[in-house]
Nanobody, 121 residues
Framework: VQLQASGGGLVQAGGSLRLSCAGSGRTFSIATMAWFRQAPGKEREFVAAISMNGGGTNYADSVKGRFTVSRDNAKNTVYLQMNSLKPGDTAVYYC???????????????WGQGTQVTVSS
């Protein structure tokens, strides 16, 4: 699976952004998809994941109620809608794919390049 993330940018606190991750390959539809992020000087952390058919989702506590992960298997694309953004959400965001459950938050098998999200106060 090859992944290409896009949609990052600069936004003021309280604003919204939607990230997209386009996948290639037939295996996209049978993979759990997830978003991770890495802030400067910090380790990469799990943000959200969605099951193969989109019926199951999992979120980090820090983004619950603000972020929504979704997918369109017909378009081989996964999305991360980010609302009520905070300066603490500033990071490089990565999409990832794995065959394990959407509850898995460890090291995924496939990674896309990151997209920068910067939230100003």
């Amino acid at each position: 699976v090859q992944l290409q993330a896009s949609g990052g940018g600069l936004v003021q606190a309280g604003g919204s952004l939607r990230l997209s991750c386009a996948g290639s390959g037939r295996t996209f539809s049978i993979a759990t998809m997830a978003w991770f992020r890495q802030a400067p000087g910090k380790e990469r952390e799990f943000v959200a994941a969605i099951s193969m058919n989109g019926g199951g989702t999992n979120y980090a506590d820090s983004v619950k109620g603000r972020f929504t992960v979704s997918r369109d298997n017909a378009k081989n694309t996964v999305y991360l809608q980010m609302n009520s953004l905070k300066p603490g959400d500033t990071a490089v965001y990565y999409c990832a794919a794995d065959r394990r459950s959407y509850y898995y938050t460890g090291e995924y098998d496939y990674w896309g390049q990151g997209t920068q999200v910067t939230v100003s106060s």
